[in-house]
């Protein structure tokens, strides 16, 4: 007698005597509690320097006005700072047409309650560039071990009921138990969006779930 349940994906199984092997799944639903933003400033122009020096001033009034409003410097770094020059074609000839200086901060938020002023300031002092808005779960390890408990409850459950329907006994603990591989979800951002207005923000982060499974075997007893 045995029993096999389908067949799960990325895990082979093989079919053995007075045995029952189970999928277990957990998973624990929950909202983010953090959230990093890209934001900063493009500037054009024919000179360089001129470019540079109103990106440098613009970027320098974005992160004290951040600063002003409880955003600490260790959760404020530059992502990535480019020049670099454009042309346009005219009649078939490359015609240059000036520089573009762009400098990208990356900014946590731990109060994700913040997301829309820390937008709104931003823009008011200068940034036309908002991209990337992501939420995170600080602590995703802890909340993890909370699905994987879960999973293992659903494993002994499923076991239970097959058991009882067959009427037959089986050893309460498994004989076998494997956490299986999840894939990890990777939260989409939010909205990229360039040459931003000021507006009254307002984000939601909405949920997130973190989940886990395993597979058990469990031995049937006569």
Known sequence: ?????????????????????????????????????KLGVEIEDKQLRKAQSENAEKISAIINALHEIGISAEHIQTDHFTIFPMYDYVDGKQVFRGYRVEHLLQIII?????????????VEYGANRVSNISFQISNPSEVYQIALRKAVEDAIEKAK?????????IVPTPKKITEEKTAVRTPAPLYEVQMVKAASTEIEPGTQDIRAVVSAIFTSVS
């Open 1 to 37: 007698m045995y029993y096999q349940q389908r067949y799960y994906p990325g895990s082979q199984r093989k079919v053995h005597e007075n045995e029952i092997t189970v999928i277990g799944e957990g998973s624990v639903t929950l909202q983010p509690d953090r959230a990093s933003i």
């Open 110 to 122: 731990s109060d994700i309650g913040n997301v829309g002023l820390v937008v709104d300031t931003a």
């Open 161 to 169: 009921t097959i058991a009882n329907t067959l009427n037959i006994n």
